[in-house]
């Protein structure tokens, strides 16, 4: 069987708006072959690329007509490919612990992997390079709160804000909070409101 029609016949029982990765048919043929299918896919209807290396089966909907990918499964396709650890921003992570209200003009995220944007449709979805300890419990309450802290920083971080934190999190969760690698200023205010 053919690369392309070996391609053709797995893309079938795919859920249709679900994106994949162009490496998923890696052992179909040479990346040449598998990129050409592809494309030939693309042109013919069947699949749709959603950026470099990432596609889709279409999808149309009753109510808003074509199914867009979302931008946020895209990026983590994607981090996720390249041994990448995410975590969300310190901005996101301010208002996601009832910190901030504002809300993020443009969805940023640190990665341990290089800063770049993901454009996906109109969408946008900002990588920013971060430090390793800023991945410790990653996607977790804990690493939410981690992260809200240090953007916070010295200077703006009170007993107050330390407090709330502190209430916003299970115990178990905040003494795992509090033996993560931090700076001593962070420590310092967590262990005060645990007095």
């Known amino acids: 069987m053919s690369v392309a029609k070996s391609i053709a016949k797995r893309i079938q029982h795919m859920t249709k708006g679900r994106p994949f990765l162009s ?13 050409k299918a592809l494309s030939r896919l693309v042109k013919a209807g069947a699949l749709e690329r ?5 596609y889709m089966r279409p999808k149309a909907s009753k109510y808003t007509g074509k199914v867009r990918a979302s931008p946020l499964t895209v990026m983590r396709l994607m981090t996720k490919a390249n041994g990448e650890k995410v975590q969300v921003h310190g901005a996101e992570a301010v208002r996601l612990m009832g910190l901030s209200t504002q809300m993020q003009v443009l969805s940023t995220f640190y990665t341990s992997g290089s800063t770049r944007i993901i454009h996906v449709g109109n969408a946008t979805v900002r990588l920013q390079h971060a430090p390793k300890d800023r991945f410790q419990h990653a996607e977790t309450k804990v690493g939410l709160a981690l992260t809200a802290l240090h953007y916070i920083g010295k200077e703006a971080l009170s007993f107050e ?6 209430k916003a999190l299970s115990e178990d969760e905040f003494k795992t909070l ?4 931090m ?3 962070m420590r310092t205010a967590l262990i005060l409101v645990n007095i």
Do not use: E
């Open 23 to 35: 490496s998923l048919f890696g052992g179909s043929g040479s990346r040449a072959s598998v990129n």
């Open 50 to 54: 959603v950026v470099r290396g990432v």
């Open 161 to 166: 804000v330390a407090s709330h934190i502190q």
């Open 178 to 181: 509090q033996a993560c690698q």
């Open 183 to 185: 700076p001593d200023w």
